[in-house]
T-cell receptor, first 111, second 115 residues
Framework: DAKTTQPPSMDCAEGRAANLPCNHS???????VYWYRQIHSQGPQYIIH???NNETNEMASLIITEDRKSSTLILPHATLRDTAVYYC????????????FGAGTRLFVKA | GAVVSQHPSWVICKSGTSVKIECRSL??????MFWYRQFPKKSLMLMAT?????????EQGVEKDKFLINHASLTLSTLTVTSAHPEDSSFYIC???????????FGNGTRLTVT
């Protein structure tokens, strides 16, 4: 079963920041938080991941709470092309590396 | 970044025939690959873990004799849907990578339609 909880859908205005929350209250010490997104009829695209510290790359920022029980993906300036389903996943760095997907958040970016 | 290539991107076959889908890691070696299927408006469902040089590990409820997986090299895994039926019509996606905390990378999927 997926170990994360996300809102089913969110709206965001184009040009504004999109903040997507994720709850992973049962996360273990060796589990990373990964974010992927899936645009219709394509395979999932990796966005960002982190263990404890906040992370930033050219696509997004990842804010992980100090207790690691939740995180937020931030798309700083959402565009229409960011409309997609966003998946938050926790996965250990050892073992079988299985990645189990939850339902994700469907983000609609509106003009 | 790491690239995973999947082929074909779409296929239509007749009921009762078999279809093979290929998944290649283009710039890295993958001892483990994963196969997912996805129905419309649903999330990805893990079908099986493909292990190079050994048998695949199937998730509960997935028929191993229907979905044959072969991982003969460090860059190629194949999924064969045997004796396909219309209910096997779906979007099949493979992924590779993920060791040591690194992210998985996904192919662009194969849309299978069984008529």
């Amino acid at each position: 079963d997926a170990k994360t909880t996300q809102p089913p859908s969110m709206d965001c205005a184009e040009g504004r920041a999109a903040n997507l929350p994720c709850n992973h209250s049962t996360i273990s010490g060796n589990e990373y938080v990964y974010w992927y997104r899936q645009i219709h009829s394509q395979g999932p695209q990796y966005i960002i991941h982190g263990l404890k510290n906040n992370e930033t790359n050219e696509m997004a920022s990842l804010i992980i709470t100090e207790d690691r029980k939740s995180s937020t993906l931030i798309l700083p300036h959402a565009t229409l092309r960011d409309t997609a389903v966003y998946y938050c996943i926790v996965r250990a760095d050892t073992g079988g590396f299985k990645t189990i997907f939850g339902a994700g958040t469907r983000l609609f970016v509106k003009a | 970044g790491a690239v995973v290539s999947q082929h074909p991107s779409w296929v239509i076959c007749k009921s009762g025939t078999s279809v093979k889908i290929e998944c290649r890691s283009l710039d890295f070696q993958a001892t483990t690959m994963f196969w997912y299927r996805q129905f419309p408006k649903k999330s990805l469902m893990l079908m099986a873990t493909s292990n190079e040089g050994s048998k695949a590990t199937y998730e509960q409820g997935v028929e191993k004799d229907k979905f044959l997986i072969n991982h003969a090299s460090l860059t190629l895994s194949t999924l064969t849907v045997t004796s396909a039926h219309p209910e096997d019509s779906s979007f099949y996606i493979c992924s590779a990578g993920g060791s040591g905390g690194s992210p998985l990378h996904f192919g662009n999927g194969t849309r299978l339609t069984v008529t």
